[in-house]
Every structure is written in C-alpha cells, then in structure tokens.
T-cell receptor
C-alpha cells in the first residue's frame, strides 16, 4: 500500500539532546511537510520541501532542522534549542504544485524526560 | 493573522442521524478547501475537497458545501455511524505559490449508539 510512514510512534528526549523523527513516503510525491500539533490548536507548519535538495522554513522553524536528500525521505531533527518540544509531530506529502491535498502519516509523539 | 475557525468545538449525534460540521474562513484569496478526519493518536485522514468554482461536492456519505459570500464551509455526514466519531477540521489554502494551508482547530464529533 502507498502511504507515509513515520517512526518512531513515541519518542522521549533528554535535556540538551537532539532527536530525529523519520518520515518516509512511497506516493512519489514531490512535496513534503512537517507540522506540529498541540492541544486546542490547528496544525502549525515547521518546514516544507517542494523538491529534493530544497526546503523552506515554515511558521515555527526555530529549534528545528530538516534535510531532503531523497524524494522519499524528509527527516526532522528537534534540537536542544527547541525549548518546548513536547507535541505531536505530523509529516505530510502532496503532489505539486498547488491546490493538492496533503496526505499525512500517523505522527510521532515527542515527550521530555 | 488570518485563520480558519470552527463554530462548535464538540458535537454529539445519535447513530443514524445526519451530522453537520461548520467552518468559517477569512482569507478571501483562498480557492481550495479540504476536510480532514482525525482519530485519536492518528494522523489526519483526507475526506473530501472542494475548489472555489464549486458550491457543493458529494462523496460517499459526505457532502461539502461552500458559501463564498459569507466565507463558510460545511461538512455533512449522512447516516452517522460510530466509526465516524473523531475530530474533524477544515483547511484552506493560503493562495500563495506554495501548497500551504491554514488548518482549523477542529470539532470533536461523538456518535451515540
């Protein structure tokens, strides 16, 4: 089945530690996205990539980094600079260029130890 | 900033009844809208979309209505089933060159057997 796979499902971070969330898609989509979901709030865009080897900051990029070395993969690193990382992180992908539905993975829940 | 909002945070319906979930949007440049369903602990699932050149679009048991005059979007679910219990939220495109969206905070639908 085609889809988006996020791993791990649950992740714990220690103080001062960087952690990386994995996102893989086999939908042959050009564009990929990372969102953060907090209770009572709409999804907020962290980073997005419209093509391999290119990515753009979203609304809340501070404390996060990404790479897009392969079309299928868009990993997100939550750095120690992100002071409030506890959230549900969602990865999505879509066809290009515009007005295309974004399809989501099942998320990674990140908590602080 | 512009945002997408929902009129009711929670909605309870009897199994077999029809459900109506509403969404107000404020970005007059938006021309593409999506409804998503999100079950607990999972990623959002695409339900149906509509473009601004349409007023109504039907899917399987779902209908989306778009009223551009009052910037209002609704999702109608026919013969609501227990499996429809979830959070539903709408998304509007930002009308820019990227495939980016504003996401609403969601309405929690509970179906009473």
């Amino acid at each position: 089945d085609g889809g988006i796979t996020q791993s791990p499902k649950y992740l714990f971070r220690k103080e001062g530690q960087n952690v990386t969330l994995s996102c893989e898609q086999n939908l042959n989509h050009d564009a990929m996205y990372w969102y953060r979901q907090d209770p009572g709030q709409g999804l907020r865009l962290i980073y997005y990539s419209q093509i391999v080897n290119d990515f753009q900051k979203g609304d809340i990029a501070e404390g996060y980094s990404v790479s897009r070395e392969k079309k299928e993969s868009f990993p997100l690193t939550v750095t120690s600079a992100q002071k409030n990382p506890t959230a549900f992180y969602l990865c999505a992908s879509s066809r290009s260029p515009i007005n295309q539905p974004q399809h989501f993975g099942d998320g990674t829940r990140l908590s602080i130890l | 900033g512009e945002s997408v909002g929902l009129h009711l945070p929670t909605l309870s319906v009897q199994e077999g009844d029809n459900s109506i979930i509403n969404c107000a949007y404020s970005n007059s440049a938006s021309d593409y809208f999506i409804w998503y369903k999100q079950e607990s602990g999972k990623g959002p699932q695409f339900i149906i979309d509509i473009r601004s050149n349409m007023d109504k679009r039907q899917g399987q048991r779902v209908t989306v209505l778009l009223n551009k005059t009052v910037k209002h979007l609704s999702l109608q679910i026919a013969a609501t089933q227990p499996g429809d219990s979830a959070v539903y939220f709408c998304a509007e495109n930002k009308g820019d060159t990227g495939n980016q969206f504003y996401f609403g905070t969601g309405t929690s639908l509970t179906v009473i057997p």
